[in-house]
């Protein structure tokens, strides 16, 4: 990256923490070009310079929170989802340490871009996220559990509503609760064949 790519990118970046700190306040349509500019400390040429529209910014603020999260794990998105008819159905429970602590991990080191999508879910495209993740991993998962089709939306609804008001009141805490004792309330609540007793959280 040379001098030049990498001071547009440093000042890209400063608007995508910019747009996210404002979205855990304010609703999307409430946000000005001036607002940013002036929490990213740039002016508004240096906006227009990179967007034609603040449409454009939430755009790549998605994608840079994509990467930022793809990052943690050792499995692109992309090659999990093309090899969910492949692999083993142990491979296939998503509710394990090995899942949850990097997601847990991210969102503990990202609190303000969880923040921001629970305030402003079609801001942040989270509810584009959500019917991704439905369609691609959820209901192909339950398929191969041979979970009838029917069930489907019930079991979704469940895990993601579940495992979503856990997190957020994480959050509301400031994710000041360590990540293992998240994760093992995560694992006994979806995963009650698992018991209540014996946690491997301890205070």
């Known amino acids: 990256m040379n001098k030049s790519e990498s001071k547009y990118f440093n000042t890209a970046l400063l608007m995508d923490e910019a747009l996210l700190q404002l ?6 349509e409430f946000i000005t070009v001036k607002e940013i ?3 990213a400390g740039v002016n508004r040429s240096t906006f227009y310079l990179h967007y034609e529209t603040i449409g454009d910014l939430v755009n ?9 999260f793809q990052a943690c794990f050792p499995e692109s998105g992309k090659d999990f989802v ?4 492949s692999k083993e ?7 394990t ?4 602590k990097p997601y847990l991990e991210f969102i503990k080191g990202n609190k303000s871009i969880y923040r921001a999508s629970f305030r402003n879910p079609s801001g942040t495209q989270a509810n584009e996220k959500f019917d991704y993740m439905k369609k691609y991993i959820l209901r192909p998962i339950m398929s191969r559990f041979d979970i009838p089709a029917e069930h489907h939306a019930y ?8 495992v979503m008001a856990i997190i957020r009141r994480w959050l509301d805490k400031d994710c000041e609760d360590s990540v293992e ?9 979806v995963r009650p064949e698992n018991g209540m007793t014996g946690n491997k959280y301890v205070e």
Do not use: A, P, Q
Request: one cysteine or more.
């Open 60 to 68: 790549e603020t998605v994608e840079m929170m994509d990467s930022r």
């Open 23 to 28: 979205l855990e306040r304010k609703d999307l």
């Open 89 to 95: 159905l142990g491979d296939l429970v998503l509710i």
């Open 181 to 189: 004792m998240i994760c093992t309330i995560i694992e006994e609540c």
């Open 37 to 39: 500019c002036e929490r």
């Open 155 to 162: 079991y979704i609804d469940y895990y993601i509503n579940g």
């Open 82 to 85: 093309g090899n969910i008819g």
């Open 97 to 100: 340490d090995n899942y949850l």
